[in-house]
C-alpha cells in the first residue's frame, strides 16, 4: 500500500510559477511510474504529465508541455511537478498517482485506471 501527499498548492498570479510536490509512504516507490492529473470544477480529470520509474520516459498533456516540468527523486520518495507561465485555465485540483508498472501504462499514461494510488491533491488557483 502507498500514500500519496501532495503539497505546494496556492494561489498565483497569470504568468508567474509554482512548484508541486508529492511524497510517498509505503510500498516501494522507485518501482512505479508516477503521474499527475488535475481536476477543475465541473470536469474530469485529467492528465498532466507521468514520469517512469527511472526518469527516462516522460510524457505531457498537450495543454502543459513546454510549460511544466515533472521530475522525481527515488531517494526522498518523492515527484514534482513544476509549473510556469500558468494561465487561469491551469487552476484545478491536483493530484499525484502511482501506476502500477514502472512505465507509464497504455498510450502515454494518460488513463486514469491504470494508476493504483492516489493523493488527495493540492489546489492550485491562477488569476487573471
Known amino acids: 500500500q502507498v500514500q500519496l501527499v501532495e503539497s505546494g498548492g496556492g494561489s498565483v498570479q497569470a504568468g508567474g510559477s509554482l512548484r508541486l510536490s508529492c511524497a510517498a509512504s509505503?510500498?516501494?516507490?522507485?518501482?512505479?511510474?508516477m503521474g499527475w492529473f488535475r481536476q477543475a470544477p465541473g470536469s474530469q480529470r485529467e492528465f498532466v504529465a507521468v514520469i517512469s520509474w527511472n526518469g527516462d520516459t516522460i510524457y505531457y498533456a498537450n495543454s502543459t508541455k513546454g510549460r511544466f516540468t515533472i521530475s522525481r527523486d527515488n531517494a526522498k520518495r518523492s515527484v514534482y511537478l513544476q509549473m510556469n507561465s500558468l494561465k487561469p485555465e491551469d487552476t484545478a485540483v491536483y493530484y499525484c498517482?502511482?501506476?502500477?508498472?514502472?512505465?507509464?501504462?497504455?498510450?502515454?499514461?494518460?488513463?486514469?485506471?491504470?494508476?493504483?494510488?492516489w493523493g488527495q491533491g493540492t489546489q492550485v488557483t491562477v488569476s487573471s
Open positions: 498517482a502511482a501506476d502500477r508498472s514502472p512505465y507509464p501504462s497504455g498510450v502515454g499514461g494518460e488513463k486514469r485506471e491504470f494508476y493504483e494510488y
Open positions: 509505503g510500498g516501494t516507490f522507485s518501482v512505479y511510474a
